[in-house]
Nanobody
């Protein structure tokens, strides 16, 4: 089974930066990869996506501040987060989706807390 393990979360002040990593026991290059986040009492929302062709998509709330990238040799997806705001506080999840079957796989999440 495909497994995803996130890391890099933590506590930072407003305006700070964090880099999240997602190590995948599968291919990050031939699947759709994404980062999602969920704050307490709210739904899980898409933050950033990267296709097998390298096309990226971002939520309006993070556009210009966050960058999704991948290292195919390491089967790792990254989320660089700059200019962090308190409203970015959430659990961040990594997702892999297969194009043909549509099957989705999720990591267990990593906590990001942005303080004032």
């Amino acid at each position: 089974q495909v497994q995803l393990v996130e890391s890099g979360g933590g506590l930072v002040q407003s305006g700070g930066s964090l880099r999240l990593s997602c190590v995948v026991s599968g291919s990050v290059s031939i699947n759709l990869m994404g980062w999602y986040r969920q704050a307490p009492g709210k739904q899980r929302d898409m933050v950033a996506l990267i296709t097998s062709g390298g096309i990226t998509n971002y939520a309006d709330s993070v556009k210009g501040r966050f960058t999704i990238s991948r290292d195919n040799a390491k089967n790792t997806v990254y989320l660089q987060m700059n200019s962090l705001k308190p409203e970015d506080t959430a659990i961040y999840y990594c997702k892999l989706k297969r194009y043909l079957s549509g099957t989705e796989y999720w990591g267990q999440g990593t906590q990001v807390t942005v303080s004032s």
